[in-house]
């Protein structure tokens, strides 16, 4: 979580308030959509949430919330230095204003006539008044905008974390039903209330139900209304006129920024560092999207960090974080106002390429741990070419049961590989994961069928598979750096492949890795391992004999078993060499 909180102090405020006002919207909406079940079940929700909402933390909190947010807000747009950013910006940008416009008039008719005038505001009031009138539009407009709005925020926030891509699917899921849940119970309901008004036998006790609001009352609403939006029109010209102001004056002073390995530029007092590289299209990295809760934006300053103030508390953190050195800086949090040399710490050869691949990604895959039992009393007296040729028949026969199940070899050890299965989630990993294992232990009994052909001993070996969090970019010199996979599911993976030894199966299997398959290993014979280095013991299911894993694992509906192996053709073994 540490690294969500590492922002300004504004900058937290402002993410604090917006989750309020997310959960707020939540409940609101999902309780809109609880009219489809009855309107009883939508009068019980929305009266256990007002009996949450009208108490007095919950005021303050709220309304504490829907202020401070929109005050945060205006004062980052004052402070806006460049209009060249990415599309969800602008999108956040642009709904940021307009739902106000559009909140106000909702706020007015619903908690302001319930609060001073004892209207009854259920979801069939509001509803039932707008239904049919350009309101009506409106206010569905606004139910999109506000959840769009904060559906890019979270995603935004929460991408930094670790496990968000594996809940991505999830919340993607979310993001669609909610607003349609909404929007069909406010249509229903609509429909419902405005067939009752129209009906003379029921006009009278539909409005009597709801204390409708007569002429007076909606006079004193519609005033309310207007100098509320009077006061929104108001802060948004201030806040227009203080950008205004900020661009006049930032135009009275301009000093160069040089470079490492790049362009120089020239800018006005203002940006911060970041806004200067990118208004002028320098590459330069910022994953968390400028906000300090990254240290990708960081910068060695070469010449001119004495001209800098102290950093913040919250930049300090993340500069500590990564043991950051004492003339490095946050782009994103400085703002230059005298020349400097700046050194980009992720582009150190400035070149395009290498500017995001080698920042390193994390991920929840399944790798697979493969190793040769005594290659090396095996090979003892040999000659190199027959200990290197073997090996290369070998890896024929079975790399292709890799990489026909989607994996990759990420690298080979001498006589054993790591190989990696990237996929669109963690259950296809895992799934391709296992077919890989089921298909190497096949083409391994029938590699060792041919050995025996040829009156060569056979050849015996141990792996290990699991899952877990990886990360993975490219390790080395500029220009020489392959993309690899490091971490401690790695190690744990070799740990298990080291057990198979011990046990004398040729796999072991992780439980995380089977449960992200499909599988119930409650129904399984899991064995507890404890591996050096893990602080926790670890499941995993003992395979005597790879090839057979798809009788070793307990059926499960929806899931194939694993397919046959891929086949390859192992060239026969050519004539000794001269002199063998």
Not at 450 to 455: D, I, P, R, V
Request: hydrophobic share 45%.
């Amino acid at each position: 979580m540490s690294a969500l909180w590492r922002g300004s102090r504004a900058a937290k405020l402002r993410i604090a308030s917006g989750l309020v006002l997310f959960v707020h919207a939540f409940f609101h909406f999902i309780n809109i959509g609880m009219v489809l079940v009855s309107v009883e079940a939508a009068a019980a929700m929305q009266e256990v949430r007002e009996d949450i909402q009208h108490s007095a933390p919950g005021t303050i909190l709220l309304y504490g919330a829907l202020l401070g947010h929109t005050i945060l807000s205006l004062a980052k747009l004052s402070r806006l230095r460049r209009l060249r950013m990415p599309l969800s910006a602008w999108v956040q940008y642009a709904f940021g204003l307009a739902i106000p416009l559009l909140l106000i008039p909702h706020f007015t008719f619903a908690r302001l006539a319930d609060q001073e005038f004892d209207v009854n505001v259920q979801i069939g009031f509001i509803s039932g008044l707008i239904w049919g009138t350009p309101d009506g539009w409106r206010q569905a407009l606004l139910l999109l905008m506000v959840w769009i709005h904060g559906c890019i925020g979270l995603f935004m926030w929460l991408r930094l974390t670790n496990w968000w891509l594996r809940w991505e699917p999830v919340m993607a899921g979310l993001s669609v039903f909610v607003p349609t849940w909404a929007i069909a119970g406010y249509v229903t309901e609509a429909r419902r209330v405005t067939a009752l008004l129209a009906d003379p036998a029921t006009a009278g006790p539909t409005r009597a139900a709801y204390n409708w609001p007569d002429a007076p009352t909606f006079a004193a609403l519609i005033d309310v209304r207007d100098m509320t939006l009077m006061a929104f029109y108001v802060a948004l010209a201030a806040t227009l006129l203080a950008w205004i102001l900020r661009r006049i004056l930032a135009r009275r002073g301009t000093f160069p920024i040089q470079y490492v390995g790049g362009p120089q530029v020239t800018s006005a007092r203002g940006p911060t560092l970041l806004e200067i590289s990118r208004t002028n299209a320098v590459p330069h990295a910022a994953l968390c999207g400028g906000r300090g809760r990254c240290s990708t934006c960081r910068v060695v300053i070469e010449h001119g960090a004495d001209q800098l103030p102290p950093p913040t508390d919250a930049e300090a953190r993340t500069l500590a974080a990564v043991n950051a050195p004492p003339n490095a800086r946050l782009a994103c949090q400085i703002r230059p106002t005298e020349p400097m040399t700046v050194f980009r710490v992720f582009r150190s050869d400035g070149r395009r390429d290498r500017a995001h691949a080698s920042q390193g990604e994390e991920r929840r895959l399944a790798i697979l741990f493969l190793d040769i039992r005594g290659f090396t009393a095996r090979t003892a007296g040999q000659f190199p070419y027959d200990v290197v040729f073997l090996l290369n028949r070998f890896f024929d026969a079975i790399v292709p049961q890799i990489t026909g199940c989607g994996g990759t070899v990420d690298k080979y050890l001498g006589d054993g590989l790591l190989a990696v299965f990237d996929g669109r989630d963690e259950a296809t990993s895992a799934r391709n994961a296992l077919r890989a294992a089921s298909g190497i232990g096949a083409a391994l009994e029938t590699f060792n069928a041919m050995l025996a052909s040829e009156n060569g001993q056979p050849v015996r070996i141990g792996m290990g598979l699991h899952l877990g969090d990886l990360v993975m970019g490219e390790i080395g010199v500029a220009g020489n750096a392959p993309r690899t996979i490091i971490g401690d599911t790695v190690n744990a993976a070799s740990r298990l492949e080291g057990e198979t030894k011990t046990m004398g199966v040729e796999l072991l299997v992780s439980g995380p890795l089977l449960e992200a398959a499909g599988h119930d290993t409650s129904g399984l014979p899991m064995t507890a391992l404890t591996l050096r280095g893990r602080d926790l013991p670890l499941e995993a299911l003992p395979v005597a004999r790879a090839a057979r894993l798809d009788t070793a694992l307990a059926p499960m509906p929806g899931v194939s078993a694993p397919p046959a192996p891929v086949t390859t053709d192992i060239p026969p073994k050519p004539a000794d060499p001269p002199g063998h």
